[in-house]
């Protein structure tokens, strides 16, 4: 019996050598977890869930293409409910606690620079985010307080200033009013309209902030209704956005309106009233077209049953898949090893890596083969530039019969030439 109880402490002490030293050398604890911070609750609670459900989905297929270097993926999903503190607070559980070794998601601006800020940089932990457009953390970047361990999947304000100027004056809006969500999104979204829409002969006739979470926003729509626009852009978050458009309309407001990517949602056609939304037209970022777009349209619908229109569902996608990517050629599972190869992930001699299972099972495997590989994502072709920020098209979209539906593409060509000619 003696025998039997030292030979099962030599046991038990062998493994633990080995689980020791696999862990050493950079071999993973299955499952290996990706952390993601997103608003399923508040505000940004009904454009957040269908972010996490594409982040989720991103997950499944890496998984069923064969894990991280072998391993299945988690994803450790935090709810930040639009809050920058409870975001601040999910990132530092998922770091300190959950030990995870990269972040994705995270929507709004004012929470990704506050993790950037109080977690992740200082925790070195690369953060991989979907839907924070501010250029607030590009300037961060450059002054070497991101550490490298900022990305983005989408492109900045300027993208969607630049989206809201055109969508305006294609319509002969020349001179509208703004009401924006009071945080560095909204007001640097502002300045980024103004500035383009004074270069395409338009003009602001005036804007007006709004705090988030307000039962009515009369006042603020008063505010702005006394401004004598000729059509309403509104920079909101689907909840609010909702609330200030019904109350917009009931006041007697313009029905031409421009909306932000934040009120493409079914949620905000139903709670204003497609019937009120007829001359309604708003911007998102825009896909390229192509195979990577299409394997991932196709892999949504077949999940979810429906077409992914909404924001961030292909950023969200792109970036979990990008991470993971990354995670897979690291030579350890650690934050700075991941950040150094974000990029690698993105060489234009690779082999090109689609969306969907087979196509994340090609690079997954090239990569432990150790051949270079070119993520061609979701949303198409990107790469990271030095702040970690990419570029990309932008779309026009209306609503139809009760629809979402695309009205017009503004496409990389285009947009680059409208960046000149700005002075972005």
Request: hydrophobic share 45%; net charge positive.
């Amino acid at each position: 019996m003696k025998n039997k109880y030292l030979l099962a402490i030599a046991g038990a002490l062998t493994l633990a050598l080995t689980n020791g030293m696999a862990l050493a050398q950079g071999a993973p604890q299955c499952p290996v977890k990706i952390g993601a911070v997103i608003p399923l609750t508040g505000p940004q609670g009904p454009i957040g869930k269908p972010i996490a459900d594409s982040t989720q989905l991103a997950v499944e297929h890496v998984s069923a293409a064969g894990g991280i270097k072998g391993c299945p993926v988690e994803l450790a999903l935090r709810d930040d409910t639009g809050q920058p503190t409870l975001g601040v607070d999910a990132a530092r559980y998922l770091v300190d606690v959950q030990k995870v070794p990269a972040i994705v998601g995270v929507v709004g601006s004012g929470i990704a620079t506050a993790i950037v800020s109080s977690v992740t940089t200082a925790a070195k932990i690369p953060m991989v985010s979907c839907c924070a457009v501010t250029p607030t953390l590009t300037r961060l970047s450059e002054e070497g307080k991101t550490g490298g361990y900022f990305f983005r999947t989408i492109p900045t304000s300027r993208v969607f200033g630049v989206a809201h100027a055109v969508a305006a004056t294609d319509r002969g809006y020349k001179n509208p009013v703004v009401i924006y969500v009071n945080n560095d999104f909204g007001s640097s979204l502002l300045r980024d309209i103004e500035k383009a829409l004074g270069t395409l002969g338009g003009k602001i006739a005036g804007a007006v902030p709004y705090n988030e979470n307000q039962p009515s926003y009369r006042t603020e729509v008063n505010q702005a209704l006394a401004m004598k626009g000729d059509a309403l852009i509104l920079l909101a978050f689907s909840q609010d956005g909702a609330t200030i458009a019904r109350e917009w309309i009931s006041l007697g407001g313009t029905q031409n309106l421009v909306l932000h990517n934040t009120l493409r949602s079914t949620d905000f056609i139903n709670a204003v009233g497609a019937r009120f939304l007829t001359k309604a037209v708003g911007i998102d970022n825009a896909q390229v077209a192509g195979p990577s777009v299409d394997a991932f349209n196709a892999g949504f619908k077949a999940k979810f049953n429906r077409d992914p229109i909404g924001p961030g569902l292909h950023t969200g996608y792109d970036a979990v898949v990008v991470t993971a990517l990354a995670m897979q050629q690291a030579a350890a599972l650690d934050g700075t090893a991941i950040r150094d190869t974000l990029r690698l992930v993105q060489d234009p001699a690779g082999e090109t890596v689609i969306p969907g299972v087979e196509g994340i099972k090609k690079g997954l495997e090239a990569i432990k083969a150790g051949r270079k590989v070119r993520y061609v994502g979701a949303t198409g072709p990107f790469t990271f530039d030095k702040n970690g920020d990419v570029t990309g098209p932008a779309l026009v979209w209306k609503v139809e019969d009760g629809k979402l539906v695309t009205d017009k593409v503004i496409d990389l060509e285009q947009m680059t030439a409208l960046f000149r000619r700005i002075g972005f």
